[in-house]
């Protein structure tokens, strides 16, 4: 069920380097109604564009992923494996994987479980 403009957190996006993983810790919600979603693919696109292979996004604050966040999501796995990276998944939630389950996106995306 979509969150009314009251209930949607503009996403944060913190970073953090260890070793040659590049760490995106997400707060927020990943949708078409704030900037979470152009804000992340946004982040990786210019990781991915500095050299940065391996790239790992916790979502463990993440409450919420529209249609167009995921899409976003998609596109950022994409942009990485066009240059020989990856974007790997960490601690997605239950409603996540459900939906990366239904829409047979789940294949595409690499992840760490919780």
């Not at 997400?26 to 292979?53: C, F, P």
């Not at 992923?65 to 994409?78: F, H, I, K, R, W």
């Amino acid at each position: 069920m979509p969150l009314t403009s009251s209930e949607v957190s503009v996403m944060k996006i913190r970073e953090m380097r260890t070793g040659e993983t590049v760490v995106l810790m997400l707060d927020g919600d990943i949708t078409m109604g704030d900037t979470g979603a152009n804000q992340l693919a946004g982040r990786v696109r210019r990781l991915v564009q500095a050299g940065h292979e391996r790239i790992l996004l916790d979502l463990g604050h993440v409450r919420y992923v529209d249609s167009v966040g995921l899409g976003e999501l998609v596109q950022c796995c994409a942009a990485a494996r066009t240059r020989g990276g990856t974007v790997t998944l960490l601690n997605a939630t239950h409603r996540l994987t459900d939906l990366l389950t239904v829409t047979q996106l789940l294949a595409a995306f690499d992840f760490i479980a919780p």
